[in-house]
């Protein structure tokens, strides 16, 4: 599929559309002027003497509209913006395939799990009214485990968009430890941002001694952030001037609030991302590559779908990988605990099974089917990623 031809297509129908409708303007603004000439006249016949015969009034302005045609200069425009319209439409109906049904496999899948997945979506998202709806009509009530600290996240983040850092502040001393035991700096963040709301409401005296009271704990490991801070209440009042002028950015509370976003799921041994959102944005990236797999064995007069694994592999961004797979080059099979990936002494990896077949025998030397170097299953170690 050529999304630039595509593209192109769509560029073309949309300048015709915008021609269209400035044509039609002009068409519309000719008929305006036409009508409120002759009501001027009309106008000039009724406040002086001059007498103008109405129904030769009339007759020119129908003979002047019949000159400009709106109708058929509408209609003929009209016409021209439904042919391109139709060309693209017929495009992309080649391009797309409307019917995706038919890269669907008939799995079977744990509903528990999926009304659980979808269960905490919507509590993700801060819809919890519809959460619980949807908890209380499929019966799962195990779904509510998320709700309770999903409130707080929510609550904490609202706070923020409202300048309001408290909330933050009390689930970050609260988390103290468990959040320096994964490393995270969020708390000095949050610290930071409080800094430079006193420094600009309060005076300097109150933000050097939220510095000595919050952000001294902070100096043995993050000295050059709180000397920056520092430099700043030498530019109490003209902050926007200074070099640190930056730290102002909404930019920054945007950041913080990101970061307290993925330390909240992190401490619940959660994903960052909707396990939802991420099935279905791999299964966009893979459509493509099985529906043409399906046409493929379709002409072919061959099922797939019972297939154990896919004749050909579906490339997924880095995004989705989240754990090392090792699909055999040779034989296409995806590597497990009894058909190991294996390497060979020049370097290249094949799984087991491949391996096997290529030597027919665990004493016979066989060549490598990627560079000419000769090897026995006993020199192939098992490789553990």
Same mark, same amino acid.
């Given at each position: 599929?050529?999304?630039?031809?595509?593209?192109?297509?769509?560029?073309?129908?949309?300048?015709?559309?915008?021609?269209? #409708?400035?044509?039609?303007?002009?068409?519309?603004?000719?008929?305006?002027r @036409?009508?409120?000439?002759?009501?001027a006249?009309l106008?000039?016949?009724?406040?002086?003497?001059?007498?103008?015969?109405?129904?030769?009034? *009339?007759? @020119?302005?129908?003979?002047?509209?019949?000159?400009?045609?709106?109708?058929?200069?509408?209609?003929?425009l009209?016409k021209e913006?439904?042919? !391109?319209l139709?060309?693209?439409?017929?495009?992309?109906?080649?391009?797309?395939?409307?019917?995706?049904?038919?890269?669907?496999?008939?799995?079977?899948?744990?509903i528990?799990?999926?009304?659980?997945i979808?269960?905490?979506?919507?509590?993700?998202?801060?819809?919890?009214?519809?959460?619980? #709806?949807?908890?209380?009509?499929?019966?799962e009530? @195990?779904?509510?485990?998320?709700?309770?600290?999903?409130? @707080?996240?929510?609550?904490?983040?609202?706070?923020?968009?409202?300048?309001?850092?408290?909330?933050?502040?009390?689930?970050?001393?609260?988390?103290h430890?468990?959040?320096?035991q994964?490393?995270?700096?969020l708390?000095?963040?949050?610290?930071?941002?409080?800094?430079?709301?006193?420094?600009?409401?309060?005076?300097?005296?109150?933000?050097?001694?939220?510095?000595?009271?919050?952000?001294?704990?902070?100096?043995?490991?993050?000295?050059?952030?709180?000397?920056?801070?520092?430099?700043?209440?030498?530019?109490?009042?003209?902050?926007?001037?200074?070099?640190?002028?930056?730290?102002?950015?909404?930019?920054?509370?945007?950041?913080?609030?990101?970061?307290?976003?993925?330390?909240?799921?992190?401490?619940?041994?959660?994903?960052?991302?909707?396990?939802?959102?991420t099935?279905?944005?791999?299964?966009?990236? !893979?459509?493509?590559?099985?529906?043409?797999?399906?046409?493929?064995?379709?002409?072919?007069?061959?099922?797939?779908?019972?297939?154990?694994?896919l004749?050909?592999?579906?490339?997924?961004?880095?995004?989705?990988?989240?754990?090392?797979i090792?699909?055999?080059?040779?034989?296409?099979?995806?590597?497990?605990?009894?058909?190991?990936?294996? *390497?060979?002494? #020049?370097?290249?990896?094949?799984?087991k099974?491949?391996?096997?077949?290529?030597?027919?025998?665990?004493?016979?030397?066989?060549? #490598?089917?990627?560079?000419? *170097?000769?090897a026995?299953?006993?020199?192939?170690?098992?490789?553990?990623?």
């Amino acid at each position: 599929m050529d999304l630039s031809t595509i593209k192109d297509a769509f560029d073309q129908v949309s300048k015709k559309q915008q021609l269209s #409708c400035y044509k039609a303007q002009e068409v519309i603004d000719q008929v305006v002027r @036409e009508t409120e000439c002759a009501l001027a006249k009309l106008q000039l016949t009724e406040d002086t003497d001059f007498a103008v015969d109405l129904k030769t009034l *009339l007759t @020119e302005l129908k003979n002047k509209l019949n000159e400009i045609g709106p109708i058929n200069q509408l209609e003929q425009l009209r016409k021209e913006l439904n042919v !391109g319209l139709n060309k693209y439409t017929k495009l992309l109906e080649k391009s797309f395939i409307p019917d995706i049904s038919k890269a669907y496999r008939d799995v079977d899948f744990d509903i528990h799990i999926v009304n659980q997945i979808v269960a905490t979506h919507l509590y993700r998202e801060g819809f919890f009214d519809l959460g619980d #709806c949807f908890v209380n009509e499929v019966h799962e009530s @195990e779904a509510t485990t998320l709700k309770s600290p999903l409130l @707080e996240m929510h609550r904490i983040l609202e706070a923020m968009r409202c300048r309001n850092l408290e909330p933050a502040l009390m689930w970050a001393a609260a988390n103290h430890d468990k959040l320096l035991q994964i490393g995270s700096s969020l708390e000095l963040k949050l610290h930071q941002l409080q800094f430079v709301e006193i420094l600009q409401k309060g005076s300097r005296d109150d933000a050097l001694k939220y510095i000595q009271t919050h952000l001294a704990p902070f100096a043995s490991n993050h000295m050059l952030e709180i000397q920056k801070l520092m430099a700043c209440l030498l530019w109490l009042g003209r902050l926007n001037y200074s070099p640190y002028a930056e730290i102002l950015s909404p930019v920054q509370w945007e950041k913080v609030a990101e970061e307290l976003t993925r330390q909240f799921w992190k401490l619940l041994g959660q994903s960052h991302e909707s396990p939802l959102i991420t099935a279905m944005a791999a299964g966009v990236q !893979g459509l493509p590559t099985l529906l043409k797999l399906a046409n493929v064995m379709a002409a072919k007069q061959q099922e797939w779908l019972a297939m154990k694994q896919l004749p050909v592999p579906v490339e997924l961004g880095s995004e989705f990988q989240f754990h090392s797979i090792f699909v055999c080059p040779v034989s296409r099979d995806q590597a497990t605990e009894e058909n190991p990936p294996m *390497l060979m002494p #020049c370097g290249h990896v094949l799984c087991k099974q491949s391996i096997v077949k290529l030597s027919k025998s665990s004493t016979r030397t066989f060549k #490598c089917p990627y560079c000419p *170097l000769v090897a026995t299953v006993a020199e192939c170690r098992s490789l553990h990623f």
